[in-house]
């Protein structure tokens, strides 16, 4: 079955610290997409990034970066240089093509705490 | 407006007392999905419409639930006598394309249910 594994529960960090954002996955399928999310006090998720199954090139967008290792069914997301505005609870999320349907599967989500 | 709405805010019922959820989606956008959020959890997907076709209910926790986008925009949850397990937020989202869970989705604030 579908499956995405957040360990971490709640981070704490002193701003511009570097920190990762752990995510697992489990799925059958060979066609998926997985996603980041952020969820700001404020309570709207927003969308961060979208990786499909076939491309395990690492991304960077400025201070973000994601590493996806399908041989490890992993989907981590590093914050560099962190700002307490980057506080949240990230989400990772999964679809997968072939047999989801057209739910999105989420993680139960990191939260992140950046201290001045 | 330019991002996905909903109402109300905030809700309190009576156990047993049905309620009504509606969301705004993005205009034009064909993709629109219920989720769930219970306390400290990720989202948990309800139900999937393209346009006015409900194409995916399998998240929908029993028959009290019950959601309809009767003209391919406005949607709306109704849960009929609610108990108090019903009690979390309720978040609305919305993606351009038809393709499901793949795409990128825009959240709504969502609608904090208690039940008493």
């Known amino acids: 079955a579908q499956k995405v594994t957040q360990a971490q529960t709640e981070i704490s960090v002193v701003e511009k610290e570097d920190v990762t954002l752990d995510c697992v996955y489990e799925?059958?399928?060979?066609?998926?997409?997985l996603f980041w999310y952020k969820q700001p006090p404020s309570g709207e998720l927003v969308f961060l990034i979208r990786?499909?199954?076939?491309?395990?090139q690492n991304e960077i967008s400025g201070r973000y970066s994601w590493n996806f290792q399908k041989s490890t069914s992993s989907f981590n997301f590093t914050i560099t240089a962190s700002q307490v505005v980057d506080s949240a609870v990230y989400f990772c999320?999964?679809?997968?093509?072939?047999?989801?349907?057209?739910?999105?599967?989420f993680g139960a989500g990191t939260r992140l705490f950046v201290k001045a | 407006g330019a991002g996905v709405s909903q109402s109300p805010r905030y809700k309190v019922a009576k156990r047993g007392q049905d309620v009504a959820l509606r969301c705004d989606p993005i205009?034009?956008?064909?993709?629109l999905f219920w989720y769930q959020q219970a306390l400290g959890q990720g989202p948990e997907f309800l139900t999937y419409?393209?346009?006015?076709?409900?194409?995916?209910k399998s998240g929908l926790p029993s028959d009290r639930f019950f959601a309809e986008r009767p003209e391919g925009s406005v949607s709306t949850l109704k849960i009929q006598r609610t108990q108090q397990e019903d009690s979390a937020v309720y978040l609305c989202?919305?993606?351009?394309?038809?393709?499901?869970?793949?795409?990128?989705?825009?959240f709504g604030p969502g609608t904090r249910l208690t039940v008493l």
């Open positions: 989202a919305s993606s351009l394309e038809l393709a499901g869970g793949y795409n990128e989705q825009f």
């Open positions: 799925t059958r399928d060979t066609t998926y997409y």
């Open positions: 990786r499909n199954s076939f491309d395990e």
């Open positions: 999320a999964l679809s997968e093509i072939d047999t989801g349907g057209f739910k999105t599967i």
């Open positions: 205009s034009g956008h064909v993709s």
């Open positions: 419409f393209q346009n006015e076709a409900q194409l995916d």
